[in-house]
C-alpha cells in the first residue's frame, strides 16, 4: 500500500559528507513523524534522527552537530545530511514514517529497505 525508496548511501572517506533520502508512494493520506535509524553488525537497531509533522527535529548524541534531518512534505520525502563521517558511523540506516492511509485509521509504521554507508578510516 505505501512503499518506501531510500537512495545515497555508498562508500565515503572520514570526514565526507552523503545525504540520504527516502521517499514515500502509494496511498497516503498524509505523513507524521519521520526519522532516520541505524543498524550495525551484531547489535540491535537505534535512532539516529527524527522529525515531526511539525518540523521539530531530536537527535542522537554521537551524531549532534554532524547530522541533519529534514523533510520535504510536498515530495513525501525526509533527508538526513552526514556531514564529518566517522568510521563508526558505519552501518545500514533504514528510514522510518509514520503514514495515514485511506483504509484504516491511525498510522502505519513504515520501514525503508535499509541502505548501507560504509565510512573507511
Known amino acids: 500500500q505505501v512503499q518506501l525508496a531510500e537512495s545515497g548511501g555508498g562508500l565515503v572517506q572520514a570526514g565526507g559528507s552523503l545525504r540520504l533520502s527516502c521517499t514515500a508512494s502509494g496511498s497516503i493520506v498524509t505523513i507524521g513523524d519521520m526519522g532516520w535509524y541505524r543498524q550495525r553488525p551484531d547489535e540491535a537497531r537505534e535512532l539516529v534522527a527524527g522529525?515531526?509533522?511539525?518540523?521539530?527535529?531530536n537527535y542522537e548524541w554521537p551524531v549532534k552537530g554532524r547530522f541533519t534531518i529534514s523533510r520535504d512534505d510536498a515530495k513525501n520525502t525526509v533527508y538526513l545530511q552526514m556531514n564529518n563521517l566517522k568510521p563508526e558511523d558505519t552501518a545500514v540506516y533504514y528510514c522510518n514514517l509514520r503514514v495515514a492511509v485511506p483504509t484504516r485509521t491511525g498510522t502505519l509504521d513504515t520501514w525503508g529497505q535499509g541502505i548501507q554507508v560504509t565510512v573507511s578510516s
Open positions: 522529525i515531526t509533522s511539525g518540523h521539530s527535529s
